[in-house]
């Protein structure tokens, strides 16, 4: 059975600084790496993706996977209150379906 | 673009009363479609899912049942609900070929 372990937090960070939430993984086999804000009361919004080892960066963000270790990260740079949410890992599994982490819950303290 | 709808948004029903939530997809043809429920603080836990009309698999056997009678549309039901079937139910939907999966606004349900 795979496995994707978050950190639950919560994660104080002070405004403008760099948070980093980290997700690991069992299956040495997984080739794509999803994360997911979802802000309380709401649902799931896709953020980021990332296929191939290194960084992945988009805006404020930035993925980092590293297969070998079997983690990949979210880096969000210069946080700002409105990035205090839940941030959710996924990988996937066979038949098109995705297993989540437990997510990490991110505060941004102004 | 692609829209997901969900209704209703909230609701509040007695145990032992009967459940429809509704999830439609506009903008794609053939998706997948899938229902996950997300208790208060937990993750998200994956129900049914469905490549097709009329094909759903169950991951949790429970006393949850879902059926896709259209290409876009994917219903979940209950006949008798329980307390513990109270949580926050999303609808996603991806396409056939990829994993990236998009989530409806979600229906918060409450057994009372």
């Known amino acids: 059975q795979k496995e994707v372990e978050q950190n639950s937090g919560p994660l104080s960070v002070p405004e403008g600084a760099i948070a980093s939430l980290n997700c690991t993984y069992s299956?040495?086999?997984?080739?794509?790496f999803f994360w997911y804000r979802q802000y309380s009361g709401k649902s799931p919004e896709l953020i980021m993706f990332?296929?191939?080892?290194g960084d992945k960066e988009d805006g404020r963000f930035t993925a980092q996977l590293n297969k070998a270790s079997q983690y990949v990260s979210l880096l969000i740079r210069d946080s700002q209150p409105s990035d205090s949410a839940t941030y959710l890992c996924?990988?996937?599994?066979?038949?098109?379906?995705?297993?989540f982490g437990q997510g990490t819950e991110l505060s941004v303290k102004p | 673009s692609q829209t997901i709808h969900q209704w209703p948004a909230t609701l509040v029903q007695p145990v032992g009363s009967p459940l429809s939530l509704e999830c439609t997809v506009e903008?794609?043809?053939?998706?997948?479609l899938y229902w996950y429920r997300q208790a208060a603080g937990r993750g998200l836990q994956l129900l049914f899912y469905?490549?097709?009309?009329?094909?759903i698999s169950s991951e949790v056997p429970q006393n949850l049942s879902a059926s896709r009678p259209q290409d876009r549309q994917f219903i979940l039901s209950s006949k008798k609900l329980l307390l513990s079937d109270s949580g926050f139910y999303l609808c996603?939907?991806?396409?056939?070929?990829?994993?990236?999966?998009?989530f409806g606004p979600g229906t918060r349900l409450t057994v009372t």
């Open positions: 903008g794609t043809s053939n998706p997948n």
């Open positions: 469905s490549v097709g009309i009329g094909q």
């Open positions: 996603a939907w991806s396409l056939w070929d990829q994993y990236e999966q998009y």
């Open positions: 299956d040495r086999g997984s080739q794509s």
């Open positions: 990332i296929y191939s080892n």
């Open positions: 996924a990988v996937p599994n066979q038949g098109g379906k995705l297993i």
